[in-house]
């Protein structure tokens, strides 16, 4: 079992910047953690993952040069630092984690970013 708490969400001005936390405890062995985001109406998408333990990332074409996923390995914590923000990436902001086998298995509560015009 793995627990995973997101932090940091709010309310910012397009332009703004936002910094999201996911706090992994639990049998904490796990190859991805991503972040995922969902928008009323819309169903859930990819935003970026990081392979547990190393800097390999990735990013939807969306997000890249914008956000950037870190770990921080000693503390199980993984951050999405979300510069220029735009209204349309208001949304419920996820973390999950994955497996070898790429599937994500454990969620989080969600944590809302709302991006004003």
């Known amino acids: 079992q793995v627990q995973l708490v997101e932090s940091g969400g709010g309310l910012v001005q397009a332009g703004g910047s936002l910094r999201l936390s996911c706090s992994a405890s639990g049998r904490t062995s796990m190859y991805y953690m991503g972040w995922f985001r969902q928008a009323p109406g819309k169903e859930r998408e990819f935003v970026a993952r990081i392979r547990w333990g190393t800097i390999t990332t990735a990013y939807a074409d969306s997000v890249k040069g914008r956000f950037t996923i870190s770990m921080e390995y000693a503390k199980s914590t993984v951050y999405l630092q979300m510069n220029s923000l735009k209204p349309e990436d208001t949304a419920v902001y996820y973390c999950?984690?994955?497996?070898?086998?790429?599937?994500?298995?454990?969620w989080g509560q969600g944590t809302q970013v709302t991006v004003s015009s």
């Open positions: 999950a984690s994955a497996g070898m086998g790429g599937t994500y298995d454990y």
